[in-house]
């Protein structure tokens, strides 16, 4: 057996069902967050270079430049920027600006899609882990009454480490969790920025031009 496999079998040991719970939240985790960074790689979140052209051309009034700029350009956002760019000339601006809107925001909500469960995973695992450390304390305590005057310190000290780590795997699973979330978070809202650009741009031409 493979080193990491035999040490998770042992840790799961020590910690009864909840570090094992522990460890199943930690592979959702982990599978959620390749399947997120797979889409954000493939939807080129970031990849802002392409579109950053098409609205400096929209800006000068190089209305077929900047068409075909945005189209070309690796982001999920190109649709968006075409669609915005095509309907700028229409007179009503309002129903134009609110059906782009909504066109963002179904973007934005694919971005968003499973970060949920990322989030409950971040929440629950250290109160998960301060469970099963509760539980193990109160089996320690149990074997404390239970032994009377005849109490070996080095068992008490033993079965009250075991009932920490409990806590400890499950702030491990809780931490990074937390921090691909927030990271998750930003790179959406930059999109989203980019998005009301896109929009604000197209709409208004010639705002954000260089004089």
Partial sequence: MSPLPEALRKLADLGGPVVMILIALSVI?????????????????GRHGALEQALAAWDRGEAERATQAAAAAPSHLAALAVAALRAAPNPAQDAVRARLTGLAAARLARLSAGLRLLDSVAQVAPLLGLFGTVLGMIEAFQGLQAAGAAVDPSVLAGGIWVAL???????????????????????????????????????????????
């Fill in 165 to 211: 780590l409990t806590t400890a795997v499950g702030l491990a699973v809780a931490m990074p969790a937390s921090l691909i979330l927030n990271w998750f978070d930003a790179r959406i809202a930059r999109e989203a920025l980019m998005a009301e650009r896109i929009i604000d741009t197209a709409l208004c031409a010639g705002l954000g031009a260089d004089g």
């Fill in 29 to 45: 985790a982990l599978a959620l967050i390749l399947v997120k960074l797979g889409q954000f790689l493939r939807l080129g979140v």
